[in-house]
């Protein structure tokens, strides 16, 4: 079975730069979360999306950033314009429904995000 | 609000050797804790939880961790450990104030197991 799909896996673009990432999560998972994690950082919840509906996006700097789940399957984030500090890995996470929130979240390899 | 701390930027170990990784969290209620392992330039994968049950859960890779209620902890163990558990370990915990459904993770502490 195919695990959580992200791309690019790296990405190096200067400040003002718009950049997008792709995540297409495990089949049959609707809950589909955006992490941002900092060097030496957990990761930070920037989105959860139940199918295509965005549940908690409060920590989403909603004046730069944005998220799309359009069929409840795959989705991308958006970042426009780029700053210095956008520089980190940004995580796509999938899990089953949420009447099954005892489960565990399956992380994608992630896109690292340079911005110079 | 929920958190996890984990007090320890860098646990160093022998292979062979015991190992434990602390973690302490802060809910209202009873918690879902959760230990996640980060291999370099990979994503996080799940080694085991807790939601009821026996304190004492087994995961992947040897691991397991013991829930401690009073102690409000959650450290991870391993009875021997091997160079190549030597990786970035996530505390996370959600708790019933949010419906259980939002996933606060700790800092990360990296392990380092030597030949």
């Known amino acids: 079975e195919a695990g959580v799909v992200q791309s690019p896996r790296y990405k190096i673009i200067e400040k003002k730069q718009p950049v997008a990432f792709w995540c297409n999560p495990i089949?049959?998972?609707?809950?589909l979360y955006w992490y941002l994690q900092n060097l030496g950082q957990g990761p930070e919840l920037l989105i959860r999306?139940?199918?295509?509906?965005?549940?908690?996006d409060s920590q989403l700097p909603k004046d730069r950033f944005s998220a799309e789940r359009l069929k409840g399957v795959d989705s991308t984030l958006k970042i426009q314009p780029a700053e210095l500090g956008d520089s980190a890995v940004y995580l796509c996470?999938?899990?089953?429904?949420?009447?099954?929130?005892?489960?565990?979240?399956?992380f994608g390899e992630g896109s690292r995000l340079t911005v110079l | 609000a929920q958190s996890v701390a984990q007090p320890e930027d860098q646990v160093n170990v022998a292979e062979g050797n015991p190992l434990t990784v602390k973690c302490t969290y802060s809910?209202?209620?009873?918690?879902?804790l959760f230990w996640y392992v980060q291999y370099p330039n990979r994503g996080l994968q799940f080694l085991l939880k807790?939601?009821?049950?026996?304190?004492l859960v087994k995961g992947s890779y040897g691991f397991e961790a013991e829930f401690n209620k009073s102690q409000t902890s959650f450290h991870l163990k391993k009875p021997s450990a091997l160079v190549s558990d030597s990786a970035l370990y996530f505390c996370?915990?959600?708790?019933?104030?949010?419906?259980?459904?939002?996933?606060?993770f700790g800092t990360g502490t990296r392990l380092l197991v030597s030949p």
């Open positions: 996470a999938s899990s089953e429904g949420p009447s099954r929130n005892t489960g565990e979240l399956f």
């Open positions: 089949s049959g998972h609707n809950t």
């Open positions: 999306y139940e199918n295509e509906e965005a549940v908690d």
């Open positions: 809910v209202s209620g009873n918690p879902y």
């Open positions: 807790y939601i009821t049950g026996d304190n």
């Open positions: 996370a915990v959600r708790g019933p104030n949010t419906g259980f459904q939002k996933l606060v």
